[in-house]
């Protein structure tokens, strides 16, 4: 989930927040001949201490395809998107997306800081987008994207920049820097009656340099200035949309790479990981002909999933044996889960049928931490 901010007339604060469900992440049935997935999604948006909750929203879908090859799509998505109007004040939005088949749910949050704006004169984050069709709150095809996943198109990126002004002449100057140098720059003369202004900014990408990134916004009026910078990062053509650490995705890979590729990880400097991360997956790619590394698209969605499903326990996630397990052999075939009535502990067992294997975790203390006990692998 991702959140986004804009000033409104009123004094009040417009939240959008916009949810992407991939198919993939659920389970279709198959009903004579289309493959179906149903989900709830509720969203909650509270008071930064959780005392108070100013708003809610739910939603009921089914999702309905023609094609088996969509239903396990990395493409093919749902986007949730809703908006609410809350007065300046700090706030947690949190959502609940849970598929109506395997009951398995997943928990987003998000903390939306608005006490540091008041009703005068303010800043506020620009808004990247990117090109997709539909209506997003924005102009048509305009979809709003987190600043670390910054897509370019025909050498350019655009956001969209708001702030609260006194009405009036203004100059707005935008900034991108790498470091502190700059790379390009903008300024804008304007006026206006209104005391919410915005612009689409339009930058050129050929000549900047793509490292350290921020943009820097001032706007002027009078003896008065406001700024805000935010930073920002290019999404990797050659990363999964999920990666925004190159140290993460690299630990994450622990179960894959060969006592080689450790040691040679071990010696060196942070700016060659990337191109690290890069050879790892070419030699492992089984479509090397193709633009798409299905190989390493389907692990990194497999531990997005550990992450949704097994954060629980001491080592959860990915670290855990379940998201272990899960990461290397994928979706069990079958789940089979009991409860020791005297013991007070949980056990599930997971049935792999296409290669003749089982495993068996056991929480012993009714945590939700599932610890591997059959067959011993470490």
């Not at 279709?28 to 909650?44: G, H, M, P, R, V």
């Not at 708001?162 to 935008?174: F, K, T």
């Not at 202004?197 to 820097?216: A, C, G, Y």
Request: hydrophobic letters at 35%.
């Amino acid at each position: 989930m991702t959140s986004f901010t804009r000033p409104l007339e009123s004094g009040s604060v417009e939240i959008m927040s916009f949810v992407v469900i991939p198919n993939r992440s659920l389970q279709f049935i198959k009903e004579k001949n289309k493959f179906i997935a149903e989900y709830d999604a509720n969203i909650f948006v509270t008071t930064d201490d959780e005392d108070v909750q100013v708003a809610t929203g739910s939603f009921s879908d089914k999702i309905i395809s023609n094609r088996f090859s969509e239903t396990t799509s990395k493409v093919k998505s749902t986007v949730l998107n809703t908006s609410f109007v809350v007065p300046l004040g700090d706030y947690n939005i949190s959502i609940n997306v849970k598929d109506l088949d395997t009951k398995l749910s997943s928990k987003k949050n998000n903390n939306v800081e608005l006490k540091q704006f008041s009703n005068d004169s303010q800043v506020y984050d620009p808004i990247f987008i990117k090109e997709a069709k539909g209506e997003w709150g924005f102009e048509s095809n305009k979809f709003p994207i987190d600043a670390n996943q910054i897509v370019v198109k025909n050498n350019e990126i655009q956001f969209y920049q708001y702030a609260v002004i006194n009405a009036g002449v203004y100059e707005m100057v935008i900034n991108i820097l790498s470091g502190k140098e700059v790379q390009w720059s903008k300024t804008i003369n304007s006026s206006s009656e209104s005391r919410i202004v915005s612009h689409l900014i339009t930058v050129p990408t050929k000549d900047i340099n793509r490292k350290d990134l921020k943009v820097q916004v001032s706007v002027n009026q009078k003896n008065s200035t406001e700024s805000r910078s935010l930073r920002f990062r290019f999404r990797n053509s050659f990363m999964p949309d999920s990666i925004t650490n190159i140290d993460l995705a690299l630990s994450q890979m622990n179960y894959i790479l060969t006592s080689d590729e450790r040691k040679e990880l071990k010696k060196l400097k942070q700016s060659d990981k990337e191109n690290f991360f890069k050879k790892a997956w070419a030699r492992r790619d089984p479509k090397p002909d193709t633009k798409v590394n299905e190989l390493m698209d389907e692990y990194y969605a497999r531990v997005a999933f550990t992450e949704e499903n097994f954060s629980r326990g001491t080592s959860g996630g990915w670290r855990s044996d379940m998201g272990m397990i899960f990461i290397l052999f994928g979706k069990p075939d079958d789940i089979q889960r009991h409860t020791s009535m005297q013991s007070n502990y949980s056990y599930e067992t997971w049935y792999y049928f296409s290669i003749g294997q089982e495993f068996a975790f056991i929480d012993d203390y009714g945590f939700g931490d599932y610890r591997l006990r059959y067959p011993f692998v470490y």
